[in-house]
Nanobody
Framework: QVQLVESGGGLVQPGGSLRVSCAAS????????MGWYRQAPGKQRELVAIITGGGNTHYADTVKGRFTISRDNAKNTVYLQMNSLKPGDSAVYYCYARIYTRSKEVILIDDYWGQGTQVTVSS
């Protein structure tokens, strides 16, 4: 089985920085795309940033220039460096990964989600 475990959330003042991490564990053949989504109360979950296995990235316009997504393939970990945080960034941040696993000789592709980590930006 595969699990995604997030860490690094917390309370930060406007203009501050946080780095959230997400480590995938379990029987993993390989990891394709990884990313971060967020959901604020009363709002839909939205894409924040994604990074492909080849290192290509995509950011939501609202975070472009402030957030940086990266990954360490050796550690099966994705990071989101959040700088110049605004109150509007407050949300539960969810880790996402598309992961290949192998059962016998069959390779499977599944989407996995972390439980979420709370990020609160407030004075």
């Amino acid at each position: 089985q595969v699990q995604l475990v997030e860490s690094g959330g917390g309370l930060v003042q406007p203009g501050g920085s946080l780095r959230v991490s997400c480590a995938a564990s379990g029987t993993i053949f390989s990891i394709d795309v990884m990313g971060w989504y967020r959901q604020a109360p009363g709002k839909q979950r939205e894409l924040v940033a994604i990074i492909t296995g080849g290192g290509n990235t995509h950011y939501a316009d609202t975070v472009k220039g402030r957030f940086t997504i990266s990954r360490d393939n050796a550690k099966n970990t994705v990071y989101l460096q959040m700088n110049s945080l605004k109150p509007g960034d407050s949300a539960v941040y969810y880790c996402y990964a598309r992961i290949y696993t192998r059962s016998k000789e069959v390779i499977l592709i599944d989407d996995y989600w972390g439980q979420g980590t709370q990020v609160t930006v407030s004075s």
